[in-house]
């Protein structure tokens, strides 16, 4: 079971660091507070550890149908750009005033996680391969899938604290300018990948 366990801590930290709206937010949401990261990684286990259970009780089909994944697509690619905007407009008050997002890190993450349709297609092809692989092992026991979700997620916490950190601790070094433009990249990458989800929802049924 370890070289499965391994596998998994690889396959997940290949997703967790591929930059996307998550890592975005992180970095807006760590200019305030070095823990951000870790509340972003708590909000994302809400939506993510129930996901875990679908799938592994049978219902990754739900999300492989096409009209599932284009309202998902709309819905959370819409809600995603309309927080990129949002990002953008409040950059010089974030900055130049000491306010902050109108949400906290924790929603950021529960939101992050659920409005993104390839973060439920990730789990539904490649979590699917990693829940099968567990599962039909012949040592596989209800507390091996509790150590999975476990070790997935902790791979979550790291990346995300480890970002939260970095960017706390290297605020002092940005200007004013500097750090007005990684919030407009930040909010950018936003309303990008949310354009990017809308359209690709409306090619997969064309």
Not at 57 to 64: D, H, Q, S, V
Not at 105 to 116: C, E, H, P, V, Y
Not at 172 to 180: I, K
Not at 189 to 197: R, S
Request: charged share 10%.
């Amino acid at each position: 079971m370890l070289p499965v366990l391994l596998s998994v801590i690889a396959i997940s930290f290949s997703g967790v660091m591929m930059p996307g709206p998550m890592f975005a937010v992180a970095l807006a949401k760590s200019y305030r507070s070095p823990w951000a990261g870790t509340q972003m990684a708590l909000g994302h286990a809400v939506i993510e550890v129930p996901l875990i259970l679908l799938i592994y009780f049978g219902f990754a089909r739900f999300f492989e149908n096409s009209v599932v994944q284009l309202v998902l697509s709309i819905l959370g690619g819409g809600m995603i750009i309309w927080m990129g905007v949002g990002m953008f407009r409040a950059r010089t008050k974030i900055v130049r005033e000491g306010k902050d997002l109108p949400y906290s890190a924790f929603t950021a993450g529960i939101l992050m996680s659920g409005l993104n349709p390839f973060f439920l297609l990730w789990w539904v092809t490649i979590g699917s391969m990693l829940i099968g692989r567990i599962t039909i092992n012949p040592d596989f026991s209800t507390t091996w899938l509790i150590v999975f979700i476990i070790v997935h997620w902790l791979c979550d916490l790291v990346w995300l604290t480890f970002v939260s950190v970095v960017v706390y601790k290297s605020r002092s070094l940005w200007g004013a300018g500097f750090q007005e433009w990684v919030f407009i990249a930040s909010s950018l990458i936003l309303a990008g990948f949310g354009i990017w989800f809308v359209v690709s929802g409306i090619q997969a049924v064309v």
